[in-house]
């Protein structure tokens, strides 16, 4: 019995060892299982941190990327456009593949400025329009402003006055209604720039000093820079010049405090060049050198060529004709490399008095020469500008007409959307209130679209009668520029006559004086004095002509009334705008200079009317000469135009047309109507 109870008793004990280990090894791999699964959540977790960490850099990255590229464009922008553009097209490529419409916006406006800079107008205004497109679409209206400024210097400087006032006076309403103080100022300044490329000093000063009076609130450092550099430079056409000084010193300041040295070398030449108006050239030659350091450093080279104009001018004051001579050269030189050819005619024009002065003819004549043929080469080429300038203001215009067409289409299917929108929930509105509420509705919103409409013709005849205003006080500005620039011609000319003929005549002076000299000279040396003199008076005969040429009326005097009118033909057919004829009968002998100049500038007027409104695909001129008068005929296909109310608009072009007409004692009519193309016919008296 024992025996059982301690077998029995061991067999239970085994059993519940064998249970107790079952158990114990269960809870272990209960254990490890565990803790694989929270390694697993933590892998996961890891993984997850990671990913998002990679996405999260990626995208600072990519921030850091596009801040950089703008950063680029922004300070390339004006003083390297080309740099400007290659990376903007690089930048233009990043923005579009994430669909960043801000971004792309403030990029077309940039790359807009930089074609600006490069003279390319119509690529200004094309990238102008479409950041203000990108503008729109987000709501952003000082962003269209902004590009208003631009569009607004694109065309100033392609000489559209009234274009130009219209978005610079847009950009204003709009900071102001919308903008913080400061773009408000902005936009007063921009207006202040405007009038003093316009030498309307009064109105700049005007516009100035609201702005500055803005910005001095503000404390905007950087506006405030360039604001008193450019009081400073009104203050000097005033012939304020100790106030000039004072905003020089403070835009000095300013610039320094916001690191911008590049403006300093400019702002001392001005300094200078002030002290040099005053007579004190001591203190502008220090500022002078001073300023020739500070462009050297920066390599501009532009600025360069014309502040060592002004010591070489302060040399020549002070007798220094070598040190003047050495800057002289070096200005020669730097034109030449930069191509900067007006500089390149003002360096030879100082050597050629500088050797004058040194009795050295032979390189003074010389000098004379290249100063010659830069002069004419700057007339080539800005003859050429002239051209390039005409026919881009035709597909500006062409280009502005066919965008604002699209945009009228634009709005026109906008609210086709907007109506049927409205007249929808108009019909939903009838069917719970009844049809006399949606019939008050209906003339609520009437009377209100009248009421806006009545005071949107009101704004816009008051705007109208502003330019107007304006651009009439600018045509008495420019006729005052006019009569200076005839005068400044006459010195010029007198200038030309002391210089080049004086140095001939000096030459000639001394070959007698030298043969008069010698008493017993051989028969060769005779002959050689003899040719030496005759060449000296051949040339002075030769630079008689040339002066006398260059006084004369210009192409119509040298190559007359139908050769002048002929290539002025050639000139248009090469731009493909429009096919131009020239017709003429009767004409072997030429006709009086003033009347050949008259119809001359008359068919120019013509021309650029045609250009401007007719959309006309030929253009045909008619000259014949009968015993007693000059008939010209003006013929277009384009789309005509109603003359009576022509008239009463009083429109510049026929104003001008019919001054030019009466002048000469001759009259003229006109065969036009909407659609059916234009034919103006003059009839001139001759003198018996």
Known sequence: MIYLFTVLNSVLGTHQQETIRHRHRRHQAQKIQNEITMSSKIASILILIAIYSNAIGKQARKKAEIDSLFSIVSNSTNSKPDSALVTASVLEGILLTGENTLGLAELYNSVARAYQQKADYFEAIDYSHKSINL?????????????????????KYLGHKKESLEYYLKSADIRKAYGTQSDYAAALYGLGNYFYELADYA??????????????????????ADMYFNMGNLSIVNNELDKSLEYYEKSLLFYSRIGDEYMFPRIWSTIGRNFYNRGD????????????????????????????????????????YKSALAYALKMSEMAEEIGAIRYSID??????SIYNHQEQFEQAYDSRNKERIFSDSLYNLEKDKAIRELTVKYETELKEQEIEKLSSEKELQEKEILLATTEKNAYMIAVVFAIALALAILAFFTQRQKAMQ???EKALAERNTQINSLLQEQEVNTLNALLEGQEKERLRIAEELH?????????????????????????DEVEDYSAKTSGLLDEAVTEVRRVSHNLSTGQVSRYGLVGSMEDLAATVNRSDSIKMKVLHFNLGERLPIELETGIYRIVQEMLANVLKHANAQEFTVQLSKTDNSVILTAEDDGKGFDYKEARKRGGIGLHNIDNRVKKFGGQFSVDSSPGKGTIFTFEFPLEA
């Open 135 to 155: 503008y729109r679409s987000i709501g952003d209206s000082l962003g269209v402003a902004s590009n208003f400024i631009t569009l607004g210097n694109t065309h």
């Open 281 to 320: 050239t001591i203190k502008a030659k220090v500022y002078f050198l001073k300023a020739e350091k500070g462009f050297q450093k920066f390599e501009d080279k532009l600025n360069s060529c014309q502040n060592l104009a002004l010591l070489c001018r302060v040399e020549m004051g002070f007798k220094r």
């Open 499 to 523: 210089d080049r003929l004086g140095s001939l005549l000096s030459a000639i002076k001394l070959n007698f004086n030298g043969w008069i000299g010698k008493r017993d000279l051989s028969h």
């Open 454 to 456: 009545l005071r949107s």
């Open 347 to 352: 360096a030879y024009s100082l050597l050629a």
């Open 203 to 224: 109105k700049c000063g005007s516009y100035y000093l609201q702005a500055l009076d803005i910005f001095e609130q503000a404390r905007d450092s950087s506006r405030l």
